[in-house]
Structure formats: structure tokens, C-alpha cells
């Protein structure tokens, strides 16, 4: 039994698994369609309450100026800070500000009036950047003189020149795809085929062990391919956002990745009996890859001890170099450490992966 039969007929229980093809083609769809406009760290829709103790011309004007930002919901004014907590403490504001008396004398003798900015924290990250936002509001009105010096000074911002978030999360996106098609997929396959016994026909034939591991990958390596294909035309199709870098490094950075999640699907399907143990051991590692890769926040900001996990992570190898050449349109050599820890690691997978198959004699 060669490597071209045992190839036909991973392909052939592929085909007969309904569901397997479906999800091939559904996933990739569903994640490029939907997770750039949900996964998106920009705060918006913040609520404010604002008190208003001067109720002069220029508070109001501030007040209207706050009211037709986009970042802001204006949920009105209150009498009284204590009225405008009680808002806050029934989830009905996010934000309070109070403008103090004399807030117009102040601005008119050119002193710079103390505004109070008050932010629900229970969500740090809505509180501390939309007290951000609504200071910069509060500066900008009280101030024009240096709003008008903000306004003259440029801003050249490199690589994502309109601050596209969808263009910062597309190309780590990837990497979940690769994780599912090329990690569980394979796992799934061989734990299904230790339950049903058709494994142990093939453990009983002269079969060596590299031959069928290759027989068990090659097919999802395929997969990972083609799905790459699809996740690049959607991405043009849907946001007209292409890549800015050579193509085919993105292929060769798939094909790394790919290599790691296929073998160390095959070393949990190693160690599990059973479909449910397989599946709870990758969503165990999983989420740990997934969470300290730096897809969701910068690997930066993680404590010093936690960071060091990333120098073991392929993930957050895959998303660097990916977001290097999409975004920045870096060569071989900007990516080149990475390429080559995405093989050092793929690689001692995959002869893990060999050495913890336990073929019968």
C-alpha cells in the first residue's frame, strides 16, 4: 500500500463526510464576512451625561459640540452631578462631564477652565478612551488657539494611511482559519477513526510510519491552499483590501503554519481515545496560542514573564510576518526570523508528531 492509496482514500472519506466539505468552504467565508466588522477595538457609542452649573452661551456650546460628535451618544443634561451618577450607576451612561460656573468668564479672561470628566471604569478600556476623546473635545473648545496650531501640524501615518481597522485584523484572521481546517480537522479524523477501529486495519499493514502520517496531512495542507485562496479574494471582493507584499511568501508562511497545527493535531489525536478528549485538549492549547499571539492586543503590552511565551508561539510568529507582508509589504528578509522559527517549531512538531504514533508490529 503506497502513499498515492492511502492519499485517495483520505480524499475519498473527506467526500463522504458531508460535513467536512461544507465547513471548508462555510468557515473561511463566515470568518472573513463577519469578524473584521466585530472585532474591532475602536470605542464608539459612548453615552454622556453632562452637567451644566453655567449655563452661559459658551457652556452650551460645548455641550451641542459633544452632542454632534460621532464617538458620543448624548444622553442629556442633568441638574446635578449626584442625578447624573445615579445614570451611571443604572447603566445608563457611560461618561459625565461637569462644567463648572464661570466656565465662560474663565475662557474669556484666557484662563483654562477645570472641567470635570467622570468615566464608568468598570470597562477600563470604553472608560479610559472615551475620557480621552471627550477631553481632547473639552481642550480643543476651551482652547482654539491650540486647536488651531493641532489642526496645522501633519500626520503622516505609514502603511494604513485611513486607520483601517479591518486591514490591521485581516491578515491575523488567517491564522484562525489555519488553526481550525489544518489543527482540528486532522485530529477529529484520526481520534473518529480510533473509535470506530478502521485505524487498527491499517496499523496491521506493512505500512511505515511516515507514510501514513504524510497520507494523514498531505490532504490538509491542500485544504490549507485552497482556503488561503479564498480568504485573499474575499478580502479584495468584500473591502477592496489586497496584499501590498509578494503573494506567494503568504503561501509560504500558510504552509509553515499549516505544518505546525496539522502535527500537533496528530500528537493530541495520539494521546486521545476519544473524540472528547481531543477536542477539549486543542481548545485548551488553542486558546492559550490564540490569546498570547497578539491577535487581539499587542504582545507589548503582556507582563514581562508572559511575554517570553510568544518566542515559543507560532501564532504570533504567523501574524507578525503576515501583517509585515500584507500591510507593510515587507521581503523575505523583514520576515526571515520568522520564517525560520515557524520551521524550527513546525518542524520538531512533525517529528514529535512521528516519534508519539504508536504503530502495531
Known sequence: MTLKYLLQKEFIQIRRNSFIPRLIIMFPIMVMCVMPWVMNMEVKNIVVDVVDND???????????????????????????????????????????????????????????????????????????????????VTAHAQPAVAAMQKQASTLYLYNRHLNFKLFMIPALFAIVMMLLTGYLPTLNIVGEKEIGTIEQINVTPVNKWTFILAKLIPYWLI??????????????????????????????????????????????????????????????????MQLSGLFTPTRSMPPVVYLSTYVNPMSYFIDAMRTVFVRGGGLNSISHQLLALSVIGLTMGVWAVISYKKNK
Open 224 to 289: 490549507a491552499f485552497f482556503v488561503i485562496t479564498v480568504c485573499l479574494l474575499l478580502s479584495w471582493l468584500i473591502y477592496g483590501i489586497t496584499p501590498v507584499g509578494n503573494v506567494a511568501l503568504i503561501y509560504l508562511l500558510a504552509m509553515l503554519l499549516a505544518l505546525f497545527f496539522s502535527s500537533f493535531g496528530l500528537i493530541v489525536s495520539n494521546y486521545s481515545n476519544t473524540m472528547q478528549q481531543a477536542i477539549f485538549m486543542m481548545w485548551f492549547f488553542v486558546m492559550i496560542l
Open 55 to 137: 449655563r452661559s452661551t459658551e457652556s452650551q456650546r460645548l455641550v451641542h459640540e459633544i452632542e454632534a460628535n460621532r464617538y458620543f451618544i448624548f444622553h442629556g443634561q442633568q441638574p446635578t452631578y449626584q442625578a447624573a451618577l445615579e445614570d451611571i450607576e443604572h447603566a445608563k451612561a457611560d461618561i459625565i462631564l461637569v462644567i463648572p460656573q464661570n466656565y465662560s468668564r474663565d475662557r474669556t479672561l484666557g484662563r483654562m477652565p477645570q472641567v470635570l470628566i467622570a468615566a464608568n471604569a468598570v470597562n477600563g478600556t470604553k472608560g479610559a478612551l472615551g475620557s480621552i476623546y471627550l477631553s481632547q473635545v
